[in-house]
């Protein structure tokens, strides 16, 4: 199964994001994602056999995070895929930290590949056609977190469904 670790979005951050992604949606086109699905991706792992799945659970189910407040400031593209995000400073140090942290435990685990940078950033839409950001509102959101997630990412003709496996202790 193909699993990924996130930070899930409190209910009126996500209600602000999915609002953003109608902004964006309106001018850009292309896929919007749903409100349920708006996260932002800390570790990657790909495929992972069921076996790893359960150790992964149990790993997440035990762990507890540094709370951390992650500011949101800008738009931003990734050209190829079309993909439309929101992100911030990128240097945002307790987010690298803890991604840094994570992948401390994963690598040993064998599951994903540490990137070699980390962009942390939401997207908010794919398969974008129009890709000029310039006339977006500022923005200036504060994403205040204490636990991460464990997700299970199904891919469809529709897109990927995510399911939460496991949650950090908060
Ligand atoms: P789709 O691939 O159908 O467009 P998706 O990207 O939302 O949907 P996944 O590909 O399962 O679903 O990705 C889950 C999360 O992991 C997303 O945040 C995605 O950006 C991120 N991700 C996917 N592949 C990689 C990768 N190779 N490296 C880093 N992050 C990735
Ligand atoms: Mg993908």
């Given at each position: 199964m193909r699993l990924f670790v996130a930070l899930t979005p409190p209910p009126e951050l996500r209600a602000r994001l999915g609002e953003l992604a109608d902004i964006a949606h309106a001018r850009c086109g292309g896929r919007r994602m749903p409100d349920a699905s708006l996260h932002v991706t800390l570790a990657f792992l790909g495929e992972v056999t069921e076996a790893q799945a359960a150790e992964l659970v149990a790993w997440v189910q035990g762990l507890s995070i540094t709370p951390g407040e992650w500011h949101i400031n800008r738009w931003g593209s990734f050209r190829r895929p079309g993909i439309v995000w929101l992100g911030g400073d990128e240097g945002a140090p307790a987010l690298q930290r803890l991604q840094g942290r994570l992948w401390g435990t994963l690598e040993p685990l064998g599951v994903g590949v540490r990137p070699a940078r980390y962009i942390p950033h939401v997207t908010?839409?794919?398969?974008?056609?129009?890709?000029?950001?310039?006339p977006f509102p500022p923005i200036a959101l504060t994403w205040s977190y204490n636990q991460l997630e464990l997700i299970q990412s199904t891919i469809d003709e529709r897109g990927a469904r995510y399911r939460s496996l496991a949650v950090s202790q908060g």
């Open positions: 908010l839409l794919r398969r974008a056609t129009v890709l000029d950001l310039d």
